[in-house]
């Protein structure tokens, strides 16, 4: 039972433009959620989050946008650049018992064409 | 800098040879975690310690143990690899208290032959 879905395993984008990436999930005790960036060779970078009580959070040009009530979350990168290109993995965290357990999605491989 | 360091990155064991893959971290957080990540997957989480307090996953196999001697180090030990158990397996750690962000090192590959 995959409780974190990411249902885009690519996404090709022009530089320059907006990237969206796209994340769901299904267990309601979730209350923060993050995203990290991968390179090859590399472990997870955190790239940025965003707690329950918010519905955006901005970074730069990162902004994660939540939607709580259709438990979707989405990681926008405007304007996107050649160095972007990366595995992106959407994560997501509980309170209580699963405080600091992270349940991760597939992952979104994201190339950004100059 | 402070960072994650997995050693080795590559690995290659036979069949049933056990295996240990070690971690450190100069970052002395109080939390350590392993995960498995197999190609195209989400990394799994499989257990984690808060100090010395060990955390098993409720579906991680008996044949996966770990080991913490120290805030620094950590071990995951494979009793007996079956070719199912080749994959990327990443270390990361956390400060207890903060916004469970986690650090990640850079991952070892392992190959069962």
């Known amino acids: 039972d995959q409780q974190v879905k990411q249902n885009s395993p690519s996404l090709s984008v022009q530089e320059g433009r907006i990237s969206i990436l796209n994340c769901d999930y299904t267990n309601s005790m979730f209350d923060y959620f993050l995203w990290y960036k991968k390179y090859p060779a590399e472990g997870p970078t955190f790239l940025i989050s965003?707690?329950?009580?918010?519905d955006k959070n901005e970074d730069g040009r990162f902004t994660v946008f939540l939607n709580k009530s259709a438990k979707h979350l989405s990681l926008h990168i405007v304007p996107s650049q050649p160095g972007d290109s990366a595995v992106y993995f959407c994560a997501a965290s509980g309170s209580g018992t699963s405080y600091g357990k992270l349940t991760f999605g597939q992952g979104t491989i994201l190339t950004v064409h100059p | 800098d402070a960072m994650v360091i997995q050693n080795p990155r590559y690995q290659v064991t036979q069949f049933g040879k056990p295996v240990t893959l070690s971690c450190s971290q100069t970052?002395?957080?109080?939390?350590m975690y392993w995960y498995q990540q197999k190609s195209s997957q989400a990394p799994k989480l499989l257990f984690h310690?808060?100090?010395?307090?060990?955390?098993n996953e409720a579906d991680t196999p008996d044949n996966f143990q770990s080991r913490r001697p120290n805030t620094s180090f950590c071990f995951l030990d494979i009793r007996s690899p079956g070719l199912g158990d080749a994959a990327m397996y990443l270390c990361a750690t956390m400060q207890r208290g903060t916004y469970n962000e986690q650090f990640f090192g850079p991952g070892t590959r392992l190959t069962v032959l």
């Open positions: 970052l002395n957080h109080n939390v």
């Open positions: 965003i707690s329950s009580i918010k």
């Open positions: 310690y808060y100090d010395k307090d060990f955390n």
